[in-house]
Structures are given as structure tokens and as C-alpha cells.
């Protein structure tokens, strides 16, 4: 870490302390010249500024200058009076009033070496630093060690952030405070950014986009670790996505896990046609969750991914609703995810096909990212959607065939059954008199030869009215 005392040691510089003498330990991160009168929207936090005094011309020019120094956060003053007499004393004065390190530069010595001399300082600081930050990775290549190590050679607190908005990493409590942002190295489906609470000069900004590389690195590791671990769920995965499979073999399969039997569980499909990987999306929306989480993929081509999640009390009841705002700040293609379950281990057959048909739902939809629970879908639509489709389209057809050419018939039906079998809220909901409805489910029944005041006889159409949607 370069210091303003760190300065005033170099001895080709001899710089000599006018004022500030109790503030020689602040950082300086950069260096900046200027000779305006006002340069506050061009200074950064940390800057040592270097300046001629030519926009001092008379005593009160240096209360505004040295005012915007102190504004900024500015390291240090290097002042030369080469042109102005030597240093003004209402210069010195607004110095130590603002708490600003003035450093006087010796008449004979040109700008353009000390510009030089503090360059060169900072850059052999910064790798200096690299290479502890290096040296410490090697000891301790977590991200929460990383995180701690850089931060304390960057002297700001540091954040590792995902692009759905998750504090992957932190060196201190609290949301990010965005200085500076930098983008971690590799290719991932759900990008990572390291955010630093301070803006940073050019010596530590290379310190800081080392942290990030080492930051990707780790990251890489780790995912391989976890994806070593997932391969245990990987046949019970593939084994509820085949039809043929048996009980044993499920059984077997769920066992190799080690998850408890008695316990529900959630499945969860996810299909994401395009560059992003299933089961990079899943392991982000999932990486908070305190109980045990499988990801495996499901199909050929990655871009389908399967979870099975342990679904005790810690599974959030808008879970559907908050991963949907996640993968919302996500550019790129279409994200579907269905959910089924919950469901212990004799039932998660029918929680992966509750969460197939949960995925067929939000496929249909028109958002570019849909996420549906089973429980948004209706159970009648379940059982009909395990039919094949030319079942289906047949018992449509023997049950609603009658009423094919008489549309406004068929949409009275409907509404009275979605009214269930009210006639007063029907013809409310149809803005008809009841009496007329009574008449056109009549005559409906007398064109399907149905009751249709009977309860069983309601459910049968309704399903099959049910089939078109």
C-alpha cells in the first residue's frame, strides 16, 4: 500500500511536508494534475493531486481549491511555486484547516518525474500486492478467504455478486456498495461480478482484476466438486424420467443418495433452449437453500436439468414467484422451470410427472421466463394431461359432439359448470335472465342426451371441455 509518508521517503522526489502532518497514512491510489481553480468533478477518492498553483493569483484563491480536495477524499497536495513565488500561506493555512497533506516539489524538479517516480510506486506496490493475494490463494482458495485476503490488500470491503442479484461472497455484512465492478473470468450460465466499495487506481485496480480471476478459478473448482457429488443422483434422476423403470430399481436408485425415505422431496425440471445450461439455473436458484439439493441433467443436449430438493419447512411458499424475479434480470433466451411434489420416495414418480406437466404449462405461457408450480395447476387438468392425446381428443368428441355447431350453447355450459351449476351466478356471469339460461341447458341436454343437473354427468363434461385448453 502506497502512503503519502511513502512519498515523502523517495529521495529523488525530495518533497518536503508543509502541512497535514498527522494525516501521512492515507492511501494514495493515484496520481492527478490540474490547474484549475475548481477541479472537484474531476477528483477521485485517493488521489495525490499535483498542481503549479497557476489558478492562484491571490490570498482566498486556496480556500475553494483545497476545500474540493478535501470534498473528494483526496490523499494528498503536491504543490510547486515555481511561478507564484513559492507555496502561499493562505495555501498552508486552507491545508491544515481541511485536514490536506501538502507536499511541497523543489522548484528544479519537472512534473513529468514525479508523475514517473509515484507511478512507478504504485505499480510496484500493486505487485507486491498481487503476489501476496496469490500467495494466500495458494494457502486458502476459497471464495470466503479470497474475499477476506483481497479485500484487506484492496483496503475496501469486497462482494462477489450473481447476475440474479444473490451475494454469492462477502468480507462484510450489508448489500454491495458499488464502486467499483468488475466481471469474475469464465463461462457460466449465471455471470459473477466482483464489487469493490472504493473507487480504485490503476495499481489497484490490477490487484483487484487478479482477485477476480482467482475469484473464477475457485468458482470453477468448486462447481467440478459439486458436479462429482451430483453424479450420486444421477441414475434415480434418469430412472424417474424412464417409464420402464420399476420400484427396485427406484428404490435402489433413492438409497445411493442417502435422503431420507419418509421425508417429502420436490422435483424440479427446468429447460433452457440456448446457450445456458439446466443445471447451471437450477444450482443458482437453489445454491440458498439449507437442505440437501441432487441437479443431474435430463437430456442430450443440457439445456434440460432435473433437481430433487428436500422439502422440509425451510421451502419458501412463493419460491415459484421469487425465482421467476431471479432469472427475470437474466439476459438471453426462454427459461422454463416446472415443480412438482411434494413427495416421499413411493410418490416421486408422480411428483417428476406433476412437474412434467408443470413445464408443459409454463412452456405454453408467453413470458420468456415462466416458472409453475404443480399446485397453480388444476387436478383435473393433471389426470387429463396423463391421457395420450388421441384418448383425449376422442372422449372430447363423444361427449361434447353433439353441441360442435352450436358455440353459444357450449360456451353456456361452460360458464354454469365454472359457476358450479348455480344458475343465478351463471346468468349473472352470462348477462342473461335465468330463465333464459334454464332454456339453453335444456336444450343442451337434450342435444348430448345428458342430464346436466347431474354431478357426475357435470364432471365428465367438464373434463372434456377441459381437453381444448
Given at each position: 500500500m502506497t502512503l503519502v509518508r511513502t512519498l515523502l521517503e523517495i529521495p529523488e522526489l525530495r518533497m518536503r511536508l508543509r502541512a497535514g502532518s498527522g494525516f501521512l497514512d492515507r492511501e494514495v491510489t493515484r496520481i492527478y494534475g490540474t490547474e484549475l481553480p475548481d477541479p472537484s468533478r474531476y477528483l477521485s477518492e485517493g488521489e495525490l493531486v499535483l498542481s503549479g498553483l497557476l489558478w492562484w493569483h491571490e490570498p482566498g484563491d486556496a480556500e475553494p481549491f483545497v476545500a474540493a480536495l478535501a470534498q473528494a477524499g483526496c490523499a494528498a497536495l503536491a504543490a510547486s511555486g515555481a511561478d507564484s513565488g513559492g507555496i502561499p500561506d493562505d495555501l498552508v493555512t486552507a491545508c491544515e484547516r481541511h485536514r490536506m497533506p501538502l507536499l511541497e516539489v523543489p522548484v528544479d524538479l519537472s512534473f513529468a518525474v514525479v508523475t514517473e517516480r509515484v507511478v512507478l510506486a504504485l505499480a510496484n506496490e500493486?505487485?507486491?500486492?498481487?503476489?501476496?493475494?496469490?500467495?494466500?490463494?495458494?494457502?486458502?482458495?476459497?471464495?470466503?478467504?479470497?474475499?477476506?485476503?483481497?479485500?484487506?490488500?484492496?483496503?475496501?470491503?469486497?462482494?462477489?455478486?450473481?447476475?440474479?442479484?444473490?451475494?454469492?461472497?462477502?468480507?462484510?455484512?450489508?448489500?454491495?456498495?458499488?464502486?467499483?465492478?468488475?466481471?469474475?473470468?469464465?463461462?457460466?450460465?449465471?455471470?459473477?461480478?466482483?464489487?469493490?466499495?472504493?473507487?480504485?487506481?490503476?495499481?489497484?485496480?490490477?490487484?483487484?482484476?487478479?482477485?477476480?480471476?482467482?475469484?473464477?478459478?475457485?468458482?470453477?473448482?468448486?462447481?467440478?466438486?459439486?458436479?462429482?457429488?451430483?453424479?450420486?443422483?444421477?441414475?434415480?434422476?434418469?430412472?424417474?424420467?424412464?417409464?420402464?423403470?420399476?420400484a427396485a430399481e427406484l428404490a435402489g436408485a433413492f438409497a445411493a443418495t442417502g435422503l431420507p425415505a419418509e421425508q417429502p422431496l420436490r422435483v424440479l425440471l427446468a429447460r433452457t433452449p440456448g446457450a445456458r445450461t439446466g443445471t447451471e439455473i437450477l444450482d443458482e436458484l437453489l445454491a440458498g437453500h439449507p437442505a440437501p439439493v441432487f441437479v443431474a441433467e435430463t437430456g442430450e443436449t443440457g439445456d434440460e436439468a432435473c433437481a430433487l430438493v428436500l422439502a422440509d419447512d425451510s421451502w419458501p411458499q412463493d419460491w415459484a414467484e421469487s425465482a421467476t424475479r431471479a432469472l427475470a434480470r437474466l439476459g438471453g433466451g426462454r427459461i422454463v422451470i416446472g415443480v412438482g411434489g411434494p413427495a416421499t420416495m413411493p410418490g416421486l414418480r408422480g411428483a417428476g410427472e406433476e412437474a412434467r406437466h408443470a413445464l408443459g404449462a409454463a412452456v405454453r405461457r408467453d413470458e420468456r421466463v415462466a416458472v409453475v408450480a404443480g399446485e397453480e395447476i388444476g387436478v383435473h387438468r393433471l389426470l387429463l394431461a396423463g391421457a395420450p392425446?388421441?384418448?383425449?381428443?376422442?372422449?372430447?368428441?363423444?361427449?361434447?359432439?353433439?353441441?360442435?355447431?352450436?358455440?353459444?350453447?357450449?360456451?353456456?355450459?361452460?360458464?354454469?359448470?365454472?359457476?358450479?351449476?348455480?344458475?343465478?351466478?351463471?346468468?349473472?356471469?352470462?348477462?342473461?335472465?335465468?330463465?333464459t339460461l334454464r332454456y339453453r341447458l335444456a336444450r343442451a341436454g337434450e342435444l348430448l342426451g345428458a342430464d346436466l343437473t347431474d354431478f357426475r354427468t357435470q364432471v365428465d363434461i367438464y373434463l372434456a371441455l377441459s381437453v381444448e385448453n
Open positions: 500493486a505487485g507486491g500486492a498481487r503476489k501476496r493475494l496469490l500467495s494466500a490463494a495458494a494457502d486458502d482458495a476459497s471464495l470466503a478467504g479470497l474475499l477476506a485476503h483481497g479485500a484487506t490488500e484492496l483496503g475496501a470491503h469486497c462482494w462477489i455478486r450473481s447476475a440474479t442479484g444473490r451475494v454469492v461472497e462477502a468480507s462484510a455484512p450489508g448489500p454491495p456498495v458499488e464502486r467499483t465492478v468488475l466481471p469474475v473470468s469464465g463461462r457460466a450460465a449465471v455471470p459473477w461480478s466482483l464489487v469493490v466499495a472504493a473507487e480504485l487506481g490503476p495499481g489497484l485496480a490490477e490487484v483487484a482484476e487478479e482477485l477476480a480471476s482467482l475469484v473464477g478459478l475457485a468458482r470453477a473448482r468448486e462447481d467440478e466438486v459439486r458436479r462429482v457429488q451430483m453424479r450420486v443422483a444421477a441414475p434415480l434422476i434418469a430412472l424417474l424420467g424412464d417409464p420402464a423403470s420399476n392425446d388421441e384418448l383425449r381428443r376422442a372422449l372430447r368428441e363423444r361427449t361434447l359432439g353433439p353441441l360442435a355447431g352450436h358455440p353459444e350453447l357450449l360456451h353456456t355450459v361452460r360458464v354454469f359448470l365454472e359457476c358450479s351449476g348455480s344458475p343465478a351466478r351463471a346468468a349473472k356471469a352470462l348477462h342473461v335472465h335465468v330463465n
